[in-house]
């Protein structure tokens, strides 16, 4: 079964913050994000494997909640280059990964 | 830089063609797959790869089939395209037999008419 994210769509102004959510029924072994551009393949951002690490990647950080089986990404202090689809995929301890069906980010000035 | 090479950026193919899209790494990571998306149903694995002529079948095998001669390279072949195949089709490559990781090609628009 493939992981839910939420929400499915966000707009935000330049500047603002959002954070999406990635969340799995199974047990988690690691959890990616992924951002998609319009007409570009997706392209990965981080990996978390299970610890409850944080990452980050330019502004863009994230949290692994291993207990909740959940991982959320933050976008901070949006930027126009930050629109896209964000997905998450997650690998389960049984070595499935799966992506979710992601989520549609848009910026405005 | 590290690349994920496919052949064609746009295909258009007649139903019932025989259809090869290729994709070759650079990273001499040992496992590549095939993926297709498509809106609303996102992207879904259809075969992979984690040794030279070695394949495991993805969620969505039925009508595809895939060729891995050398390490760096991975074909799908459509045996007889459908209208039903028509999508963009994205290659990767990853360091993670279980898949994630990915780097992606830039993918392969394909039209079955």
């Known amino acids: 079964q493939q992981p839910v994210q939420s929400p499915q769509a966000v707009i935000l102004r330049e500047g603002e913050d959002a954070v999406i959510n990635c969340s799995s029924s199974?047990?988690?072994?690691?959890v990616h994000w992924y951002r998609q551009k319009h007409g570009e393949a997706p392209v990965f951002l981080m990996i978390?494997?299970?610890?409850?690490e944080q990452k980050g990647h330019e502004k863009i950080s994230a949290s692994f909640n291993e207990k909740k089986q959940q991982s959320s990404l933050y976008l901070t202090a949006s930027q126009l280059s930050y629109s896209g689809t964000y997905f998450c995929g997650t690998s389960d301890s049984w070595g499935k990964f799966q992506f979710g069906a992601g989520t549609q980010v848009v910026v405005t000035p | 830089d590290v690349k994920v090479t496919q052949s064609s950026r746009y295909l258009v193919k007649r139903t019932g063609e025989k259809v090869f899209l290729e994709c070759v790494q650079d990273?001499?990571?040992?496992?590549m797959f095939w993926y297709r998306q498509d809106p609303g149903l996102g992207l879904r694995l259809i075969y992979f790869?984690?040794?030279?002529?070695?394949?495991e079948k993805g969620d969505i095998p039925e009508g595809y089939s895939v060729s891995r001669e050398k390490k760096e390279r991975f074909s799908l072949i459509l045996e007889s395209a459908s209208t039903n195949q028509t999508s963009m089709y994205l290659c990767?490559?990853?360091?993670?037999?279980?898949?994630?990781?990915?780097?992606f090609g830039s993918g392969t628009r394909l039209t079955v008419v």
């Open positions: 990273m001499d990571h040992e496992n």
């Open positions: 199974k047990a988690l072994y690691s």
């Open positions: 990767a490559s990853s360091p993670y037999r279980q898949g994630g990781g990915y780097t």
């Open positions: 978390l494997l299970k610890g409850g």
């Open positions: 790869s984690y040794d030279v002529k070695m394949k």
